[in-house]
């Protein structure tokens, strides 16, 4: 699964039921109604998971076309896709930011809290210390997905996605997973903050190894882009 961004970034989720959290952290995300920004009018608005759910068939069509282009190639049954978007907007503190040209859908991102109970930690190709995988409701976010559709990146979407995501959260820190050879997302996410932790493996056959990545909240918003 992926993370992505306006550079084409795609961030990788080891596992999409396993990243969905059960605790509300400290309170629910301050949401907005819509902001608009202008040259292009891109419109972004956050949405909770009921209202996402009307939006399937589009997030469905984006995700594929990201994923088909490399370095992802990854061809996810639309039903595994389906399922995986249905488990995750069900969980408490689950929350997507899209952005639309008009009432065309150019890029979104969603995440949810990790419970105390997440596997988010589990398969780490390297073990890491406790005090960096323990898990408490409030203090980790995950951004499981962040996606631009490649004709509409380099415009500050990307950004724009994520902060929107992250500003009102109130846990104490947010993850994601991203491939190695997604150069640009990393680069991207260094640069929003971000820090390599340690690598993942999905255990499902034929899945690759992917950086796990982990920043402090609330986001800097006094970084450029």
């Known amino acids: 699964m992926a993370a992505r961004c306006s550079t084409g970034l795609s961030v990788q989720e080891p596992d999409g039921a396993r990243a969905a959290g059960g605790g509300h952290g400290r309170g629910r995300p301050c949401l907005v109604e819509r902001l608009v920004v202008p040259a292009p009018e891109i419109t972004f608005e956050l949405l909770d998971g009921g209202q996402a759910a009307g939006h399937e068939a589009e997030l469905r069509a984006l995700h594929a076309e990201v994923y088909a282009a490399p370095p992802y190639r990854h061809d996810e049954d639309e039903g595994e896709f389906a399922r995986r978007l249905r488990v995750q907007r069900r969980q408490p503190g689950f ?5 639309r040209h008009g009432g065309y859908l150019v890029g979104y991102a969603a ?3 990790l419970r105390p109970s997440t596997s988010w930690w589990r398969d780490m190709t390297t073990p890491l210390p406790d005090e960096l995988t323990a898990e408490h409701p409030g203090r980790t976010f995950a951004l499981a997905d962040l996606l631009v559709r490649a ?5 500050g979407i990307g950004a724009g996605l994520h902060d929107l995501i992250l500003s009102g959260r109130r846990e ?15 680069n991207a996410f260094q640069s929003w903050g971000w820090r390599k932790v340690g690598r993942t ?7 690759a190894v992917s950086d796990v990545l982990v920043t402090e909240l609330p986001v800097n918003h006094g970084r450029p882009g």
């Not at 004709?151 to 415009?155: G, K, L, P």
């Open 172 to 186: 104490e820190r947010a993850t994601l997973v991203v491939l190695p050879a997604a150069i640009a997302a990393q």
């Open 201 to 207: 493996r999905d255990p499902r056959p034929g899945s």
């Open 151 to 155: 004709a509409w990146r380099r415009q």
């Open 111 to 113: 995440g949810m809290p």
């Open 95 to 99: 929350v997507l930011a899209e952005a």
